[in-house]
Nanobody
Framework: QVQLVESGGGLVQPGGSLRLSCAASGVIFSIYHAGWYRQAPGKQRELVARITTGGNTDYVDSVKGRFTISRDNANNTVYLQMNSLKPEDTAVFYC?????????WGKGTLVTVSS
């Protein structure tokens, strides 16, 4: 059974940092592309960052220069380092892994940016 478990969310002040982790089990993690999505209250889920099996990365414009996605295939984990957080980053963050015909999601972790 495939499981994705996110951790690292919480309350942080504007300008602060958090690192999200997503641990995968039940899959050969290295053959999946991975990504982080977020859903703010009243808004649609959006792609924040993604990383391919080869390590290529892509970011939504609003987080470029502030967020960094990385992966550790030996530990079946994908990370999202978030710096210079803003109140508008407040959302539930979801981990995703995918390959042709397969798509798996975590249950999400809440990030709240507030003073």
């Amino acid at each position: 059974q495939v499981q994705l478990v996110e951790s690292g969310g919480g309350l942080v002040q504007p300008g602060g940092s958090l690192r999200l982790s997503c641990a995968a089990s039940g899959v050969i993690f290295s053959i999946y592309h991975a990504g982080w999505y977020r859903q703010a209250p009243g808004k649609q889920r959006e792609l924040v960052a993604r990383i391919t099996t080869g390590g290529n990365t892509d970011y939504v414009d609003s987080v470029k220069g502030r967020f960094t996605i990385s992966r550790d295939n030996a530990n079946n984990t994908v990370y999202l380092q978030m710096n210079s957080l803003k109140p508008e980053d407040t959302a539930v963050f979801y981990c995703n892994i995918n390959r042709i015909g397969l798509n798996f999601w975590g249950k999400g972790t809440l990030v709240t940016v507030s003073s």
